[in-house]
């Protein structure tokens, strides 16, 4: 685990200079991807379990980034797991009742086992929500939220939060560091699917968590080691690689989506957009105040239901059909047809916008759509 940073440099040099290693004369610009899982003995680390170099140069950049230290895991659910078993067994949860699906259900297992009490609430609501954390141990926050984009009032939570002597956990996936530092409104941990945004090539799988509480970085790190969710070296290298360029990549994949947005919102086949850019989006003032920028991710739904939705995923060629977030490339799906998503509007597309020219985008997304109703026919 490491992080923090002292050099007054903004987020984009940052993510191009951090985790270089201590600069000596030659020392690889770039720390390798250490494969090892021995290290001779009388050093720093023993056993790869414990710790990796590589490892290190992605948590000291995305710490940075963060502001806070930060200690990558095998997975985002993986960190998220670490965050909830820091938790006494029987302790109260209150997180979103439209988070990530696969949180719900890691959440419903724990609650089902007896490992915790849950509550869910609309995290939009901040009056519900802190009702649903009297007597609480953890606030779990995710904003946007996923697939639904709502977007909960980061300060005011936190401060209602710490008042009744919680502990609060962010979700900082959709956002990324660049669009959002939860750490800095006062939330005690943030939890990263790094294989979204953070990696943004869609060829591993890594989450992380980042604190500035010494304490429960020292928790999350010794969870790390004994639950053995550590992140392979190379998939740690690849998704610093990956963040290096995540400003350059998320630039021009929000500029994009922006634009897709005005399109989609004008056109007929579609009855509803969803981005918190829009002005009439219930979460756009909030955003406006707690995010640099509205991100890449958009939902709307077709007009013509699952059937038609499920005709516009068909139809793409340039648009891959696929789950996940966050890549180069654009990808959409209709949430609905995952398990546990059945509340979900039935025509509703989540569409994660990448980097691709966006007169292309729109000819495919335009094209996928344009038989009325959404039909079968191509
Ligand atoms: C994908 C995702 C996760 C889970 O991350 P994995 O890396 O797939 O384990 C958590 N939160 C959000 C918002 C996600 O999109």
């Known amino acids: 685990m490491s992080g923090a940073d002292a050099t007054g440099w903004a987020p984009a040099s940052i993510a191009v200079a951090g985790g270089r290693g201590t600069g000596a004369p030659g020392e690889p610009l770039n720390v ?21 170099p590589t490892w290190e140069a992605f948590e000291e950049t995305l710490g940075a980034l963060e502001g806070g230290q930060a200690c990558a895991f095998a997975s985002g659910l993986a960190g998220a797991s670490a965050v909830l078993e820091t938790l006494p067994v029987g302790a109260r949860v209150v997180a979103p009742d ?59 939570l936190v401060r209602g939060v710490h008042e009744r002597g919680l502990r609060v956990a962010a979700d900082n996936t959709f956002a990324t560091p660049l669009l959002q530092r939860p750490l800095d409104a006062g939330v005690d941990v943030v939890v990263h699917s790094a294989t979204k945004l953070i990696s943004g090539h869609s060829d591993l799988l890594l989450g992380a968590t980042v604190t500035r509480d010494r304490r429960l970085a020292g928790e999350l790190g010794r969870h790390r080691v004994l639950h053995g969710a550590v992140p392979g070296p190379f998939d740690a290298w690849l998704a610093l690689r990956g963040l290096r360029t995540l400003p350059v990549r998320l630039e ?15 056109h007929p086949a579609v009855a509803r957009v969803r981005y918190p850019g829009l002005p009439h989006h219930p979460g756009h003032e909030r955003a406006r ?20 939705a499920d005709a516009v995923c068909a139809r793409v060629r340039l648009i891959v059909h696929a789950t996940s977030l966050g890549g180069v490339e654009t ?16 025509g509703l597309i989540r569409l994660s916008v990448g980097c691709e020219d966006v007169e292309d985008l729109w000819a495919d997304l335009g094209r996928a759509l344009a038989v009325p109703g959404g039909g079968g026919r191509p």
């Open 32 to 52: 390798p991807p250490l494969l090892t899982s021995v290290y001779r003995a009388g050093g720093r680390i023993d056993y790869a379990r414990e710790g990796n």
């Open 98 to 156: 439209d988070a990530y699906a696969g949180l719900r259900e890691l959440l419903g297992d724990l609650a089902g086992r007896g490992r915790l009490r849950l509550a869910l609430t609309d995290i939009g609501d901040t009056d519900a929500t802190l009702a649903a954390c009297e007597g609480a141990d953890l606030l779990w926050i995710e904003s946007p939220t996923n697939p639904l984009l709502t977007l909960a009032d980061l300060p005011a």
């Open 252 to 266: 021009r994949a929000q500029a994009n989506a922006v634009e897709l947005v005005r399109r989609l919102h004008e």
């Open 289 to 308: 105040v707690q995010m640099r920028g509205f991100g890449t991710m958009v939902a709307f739904e077709v007009a013509g239901g699952a059937a038609a």
């Open 331 to 346: 990808t959409l799906e209709r949430r609905g047809r995952q398990p546990g998503e059945a509340h979900l509007p039935p």
